[in-house]
């Protein structure tokens, strides 16, 4: 079987904010048809689909509630496979969204599990009763904030959601929910999708006992989680034993594997959240009956430092797991341009261009977010126009997600960035993204998105790069460098992560390459990298 997934670069479009046809001011299915030519020029293997689905997007689609129908913002079932089609066409792989640890409450399945306790789906979600005295089962939160369990009248009992109200969590310890689930994954299978990304993977399985969850004594108040909040938060201030992660859910991640392997060349990536996120991917990933690669939130956190990155490949090899992937933005998290944003433009570019080197030269399936090609920073979305329900709730500490989820900028001169010809669109689009627009780039030598594609295919000519393994040389002083092994090439990657000049002795036994675009001056044997900048060579 195919295993085009190994250390392949995957590019994640948010559909709302990548590409609006329809003149609606939000992103759909055509829109993203019309810019397959962008990304199959950006040089990226594949396209990671955020959810499509039908939905009343409490949570802007990963509330679902129809698995198998196009919600009509984004178009219809004719444009999706028009859309993979072309994909295909162009020689892009498809992995699309599976949102199957909660749907909607609007699906059906709950519109008929909440009416009573002996429906024939009053098993299919996670229903609770009251403890005697009228509150919760037990002391489960919701990452959304509040308690994690919501009452319903009907059925006198309460229903288990991890994330907002309205997304109640399946019941997929109940074999017909994991049966009807698997066949929604077989549905996209058959309509000829590579794949998918399992939204919040290890949250399938509770508790049977819903036993209470432990306080978590290595709280720390006042750390930064993924850019969005620094106030101490309840849900971190526990010890998630109970309300996932559970050792049986690995049977069903098996029955998922294993009709995933009945067809050639497909692949999953799992989403890991965890309070041990990297011991999580590791369990999740071992062996060939597991799922393929799976990233965690650790780097999606990351801010700074080389001793950092390092540390999180040790880790992850010290627990022998499968294959990694790795990210260090999404559509939930503070963009990575800016974390250690730099006053100077010009540094703050050559930034953004030293990092895509450096992720997409480490050991594992990446995935770049949209809008990174661009070094588009996170924008400051004024209070009366956010969107997340969850920035308008931690609001003032935080606004939330909204920022790293604005729409894609491809004119600087059009209306709306040429994103949509709406009169308006449904996040705004800050004028510094419009500078950074898709035009002005393609047309300036130096431009980030310019540095992306070339270094994009220059790194296709070193399997090193791609499916080698790592080891870590120096990892020290915003200093990092390492080396990749395949077959019978070496390739050494060295990366300043700081905005001094860093300097290192050149090996006998390396030979420079040129090429890949990242400012270094070598003199002798002495490699010199100015601020943010990087070497490349191969072992002779």
Request: net charge negative; charged share 25%; aromatic share 12%.
């Amino acid at each position: 079987m195919s295993e085009w997934w190994r250390g392949a670069v995957m590019y994640q479009i948010y559909p709302r904010s990548f590409c609006d046809a329809r003149g609606d001011g939000i992103g759909d299915l055509k829109g993203i048809t019309e810019k397959i030519p962008y990304l199959a020029a950006l040089g990226v293997d594949g396209i990671w689909l955020s959810p499509f689905y039908k939905s009343p997007m409490k949570d802007f689609g990963y509330d679902v509630s129809d698995y198998l129908s196009i919600d009509p913002l984004f178009g219809t079932m004719q444009d999706f496979e028009e859309m993979l089609a072309e994909m295909h066409k162009h020689g892009l792989k498809l992995i699309i969204d599976l949102v199957l640890s909660h749907t909607s409450d609007q699906h059906e399945w709950f519109k008929e599990s909440r009416r009573d306790t002996h429906n024939s789906k009053a098993d299919w979600y996670v229903w609770a009763d009251p403890k005697p005295d009228g509150s919760p089962p037990n002391n489960w939160l919701s990452i959304f904030g509040g308690v994690a369990w919501d009452y319903e009248g009907r059925r006198g009992q309460y229903y288990m959601h991890s994330f907002l109200t309205s997304q109640p969590d399946l019941n997929v310890r109940n074999p017909e929910v994991q049966d009807a689930l698997l066949d929604v994954a077989k549905f996209w299978l058959e309509k000829g999708v590579d794949g998918f990304r399992l939204d919040v993977a290890n949250f399938y399985m509770h508790d049977e006992q819903l036993r209470d969850n432990p306080p978590q004594t290595e709280f720390e108040p006042g750390r930064v989680y993924n850019g969005l909040y620094t106030k101490p938060f309840p849900y971190d201030m526990q010890r998630h034993l109970y309300d996932k992660s559970q050792p049986e859910n690995l049977l069903f991640i098996e029955r998922l594997r294993a009709l995933t392997d009945q067809y050639d060349g497909k692949m999953m990536v799992a989403e890991i959240g965890d309070d041990n996120s990297m011991k999580t991917c590791t369990e999740y990933t071992k062996g060939d009956n597991r799922l393929h690669t799976a990233y965690n939130m650790e780097l999606l956190g990351w801010h700074d430092g080389a001793e950092e990155i390092h540390e999180l490949f040790t880790r992850y090899n010290s627990y022998e797991g499968g294959w990694p992937a790795w990210a260090f933005s999404n559509h939930d998290v503070l963009r990575i341009a800016s974390r250690g944003k730099q006053d100077n433009p010009d540094l703050q570019k050559q930034r953004v261009k030293m990092l895509t080197a450096l992720l997409t030269s480490l050991r594992g399936t990446i995935f770049l977010y949209q809008g990174e090609e661009l070094g588009l920073t996170e924008a400051d979305v004024p209070f009366e126009k956010l969107q997340d329900p969850f920035g308008i709730f931690l609001y003032p500490d935080s606004k939330g997600r909204d920022g790293c989820r604005t729409p894609i900028p491809w004119t600087s001169a059009e209306k709306n960035a040429g994103f949509s010809a709406a009169e308006d669109t449904w996040l705004p689009i800050p004028e510094e993204h419009r500078l950074s627009a898709v035009s002005t780039q393609e047309n300036d030598p130096s431009s980030v998105l310019n540095f992306v594609r070339q270094f994009l295919e220059w790194r296709k000519h070193h399997n090193a790069l791609i499916t080698g393994e790592i080891d870590f040389d120096i990892a020290k002083n915003n200093l990092l460098v390492f080396s990749r092994q395949t077959g019978d090439e070496t390739v050494i990657a060295g990366f300043n992560l700081g905005s001094d000049v860093k300097k290192l002795d050149k090996a006998a036994d390396w030979e420079l390459l040129d090429g890949h675009g990242l400012p270094v001056t070598v003199n002798d044997n002495a490699i010199e990298l100015p601020a943010f900048g990087g070497f490349f060579a191969k072992r002779v």
